[in-house]
Nanobody
Framework: QVQLVESGGGLVQAGGSLRLSCAAS????????MGWFRQAPGKDREFVAA????????SYADSVKGRFTISRDNAKNTVYLQMNRLKPEDTAVYYC??????????WGQGTQVTVSS
């Protein structure tokens, strides 16, 4: 059974930091690129960051470049999103995705991030 479990969301003041985690079973995680997406109220889900299976290649949305860092620990079957210098516009539900570009995409249940001004 495919399973992705996000954690680490919460309420933080603007300028603060949060680290999101996404834990997966080995079968879910092994060999796949991973990504983070977010969806704010009334908006479409948007790409935030992605990382290759080896961790050697990463990509970011322009809106988070220089503030967010995606990483992974393959021994722990976990992918992380370190978010620094948070802004109110970063407020959204953040979703972890396996194989974000397909064809074996799978989504976690999401974790809420709220940034107060």
């Amino acid at each position: 059974q495919v399973q992705l479990v996000e954690s680490g969301g919460g309420l933080v003041q603007a300028g603060g930091s949060l680290r999101l985690s996404c834990a997966a079973s080995a079968r879910t995680f092994s060999g796949y690129a991973m990504g983070w997406f977010r969806q704010a109220p009334g908006k479409d889900r948007e790409f935030v960051a992605a990382i290759s299976w080896s961790g050697g290649s990463t990509s970011y949305a322009d809106s988070v470049k220089g503030r967010f860092t995606i990483s992974r620990d393959n021994a722990k079957n976990t992918v992380y999103l370190q978010m620094n210098r948070l802004k109110p516009e970063d407020t959204a539900v953040y979703y972890c995705a396996r194989d974000p570009m397909g064809p074996d995409t799978y989504w976690g249940q999401g974790t809420q991030v709220t940034v107060s001004s």
